[in-house]
């Protein structure tokens, strides 16, 4: 990895402004966290992946509009970067306040960066639910 | 995206490799398609983060050893490559037998590789079940 130290710490700077933008809810905020390419992805929890910016777009207004709170606290976040594309992975700590539904949970999340004049933005955003029990592979190991 | 056609053919490549030597159920092989590096992760549907080589080789070992059969049939490969980091999405739809039972699921990867000198290797696995319906984000809109 032909990583600097600075590269890391503006990456991750950019993974949190990702989550200050879903917590205030207001989409004109996420824009400015996102590339608008067609390359640009997102697998919300559970969700089938969506592909290109303007799917995208379209369900983080659908998000925001259900949702009435949304409060992130992260652990285990962790940034590599190599050249203009870098990867974070992190444990999304949720509170969550949907149709009037209070919500604690855990979610991992893989997020990545691709550096463009304007700073790192999201190009990908993976996120999924930790189970109890792995359904089809076998239980941790760990 | 300053990406040539050639790295995206050849990091679909690696893609491949990875579900050929998932599907043989032979570490060995699966530790050809993986760099051993301490910044490799892997998430397994509904497991915690594997983090560092030893982890993710360890959890390939007991996967196999509980694993009778595994088939993937591969869609919506999207490959993009940028320097010497590239990210692929794609889903799986899997066949497998565990413990004896007979599964047929659709799980939604996002693999990154990363260019050495013996070419392209996996330092991350993040797959996922698509779920009927979001949990606590809305349904999606597409």
Redesign the interface.
């Known amino acids: ?2 990583e600097g130290s600075s590269d890391v710490a503006a990456v991750e700077q950019a993974n949190t402004r990702f989550y200050l933008a879903f917590e205030t809810l207001d989409l004109a905020r996420m824009e400015l966290v996102w590339s608008h ?1 067609e ?1 640009v ?1 997102c ?9 290109g910016w303007d ?1 995208v777009r ?2 983080w207004a ?2 925001f ?3 009435a709170e949304m409060r992130f606290t992260l652990s ?1 976040v ?1 940034a ?1 970067a ?4 870098a ?1 974070v ?1 992190c ?1 999304e700590n ?1 509170f ?1 306040e ?1 149709h009037g ?1 209070l ?1 604690v ?1 855990s979610v ?1 999340a ?1 997020n ?1 960066f ?1 550096r463009g004049p304007e700073g790192w933005r999201l190009v ?1 955003h ?1 996120a ?4 109890a ?6 239980s ?3």
């Open positions: 990895m032909n390419g390359h992805k697998v919300h929890p559970g969700w089938p992946i969506l592909v799917a379209s369900s659908t998000i509009e259900n949702t285990d962790r590599s190599c050249g203009d594309l990867w992975t444990t949720i969550s949907v539904r919500a949970t991992l893989t990545l691709e990908h993976h999924s639910h930790i189970l029990a792995a359904p089809e592979r076998d941790p190991n760990n």
